[in-house]
T-cell receptor
Framework: GENVEQHPSTLSVQEGDSAVIKCTYSDSASNYFPWYKQELGKGPQLIIDIRSNVGEKKDQRIAVTLNKTAKHFSLHITETQPEDSAVYFCAAPRDDKIIFGKGTRLHILP | EPEVTQTPSHQVTQMGQEVILRCVPISNHLYFYWYRQILGQKVEFLVSFYNNEISEKSEIFDDQFSVERPDGSNFTLKIRSTKLEDSAMYFC????????????????FGPGTRLLVL
């Protein structure tokens, strides 16, 4: 079955700098990789996703890259802002459920 | 924008009591899910539900748990006899269509119910 590993568990960056969160997965048949953002007291919210037929996808300050050969994918946030502070989860599907990584707590420092 | 809603936002109960967590999925969605998140840990799948029956469940989802779609809008998770280790955040999610290996359908999550078992 699918296993998703996520690093780092905590990340602190200066406001305006970039943040990168990395994940690896185990099931080579996986073909969809969403990223969720969870703010305090709220449920996970989808912020970006990528399918295995592309290597990179961008949405304004957020981008995700996928390396299917190495079975890893990464979230890149540029020009970080205070509102980017949250817990970020990578995920991969297994059957009709989502397997989440353990999460990265991102702190944006003023 | 349509969203998944959940009630209550917080629930405190005594060990051994029954609790029912309620969810209203997005209206045109057909697939429903419950996940839970123990404090500080990752989100874990509990159960998926389609066409009035469970389609998949995890090993966490034992006989103490049940799900139901009592009417056209609500989706509930019942824990029959709560244990201390059931304390967690419970998230409901829904998707419009079934996910397959070819086409994955985005699951939209509700804000969660924080359950505390004393």
């Amino acid at each position: 079955g699918e296993n998703v590993e996520q690093h780092p568990s905590t990340l602190s960056v200066q406001e305006g700098d970039s943040a990168v969160i990395k994940c690896t997965y185990s099931d080579s048949a996986s073909n969809y990789f969403p990223w969720y953002k969870q703010e305090l007291g709220k449920g996970p919210q989808l912020i970006i996703d990528i399918r295995s037929n592309v290597g990179e996808k961008k949405d304004q300050r957020i981008a995700v890259t996928l390396n299917k050969t190495a079975k890893h994918f990464s979230l890149h946030i540029t020009e970080t802002q205070p509102e980017d502070s949250a817990v970020y989860f990578c995920a991969a599907p297994r059957d009709d459920k989502i397997i989440f990584g353990k999460g990265t707590r991102l702190h944006i420092l003023p | 924008e349509p969203e998944v809603t959940q009630t209550p936002s917080h629930q405190v109960t005594q060990m051994g009591q029954e609790v029912i967590l309620r969810c209203v999925p997005i209206s045109n969605h057909l697939y429903f899910y419950w996940y839970r998140q123990i404090l500080g840990q990752k989100v874990e799948f509990l159960v998926s539900f389609y066409n009035n029956e469970i389609s998949e469940k995890s090993e966490i989802f034992d006989d103490q748990f049940s799900v139901e779609r009592p009417d056209g809008s609500n989706f509930t998770l019942k824990i029959r006899s709560t244990k201390l280790e059931d304390s967690a955040m419970y998230f409901c999610a829904s998707s419009e269509r079934e996910s397959t290996r070819i086409t994955w359908e985005t699951q939209y999550f509700g804000p969660g119910t924080r359950l505390l078992v004393l």
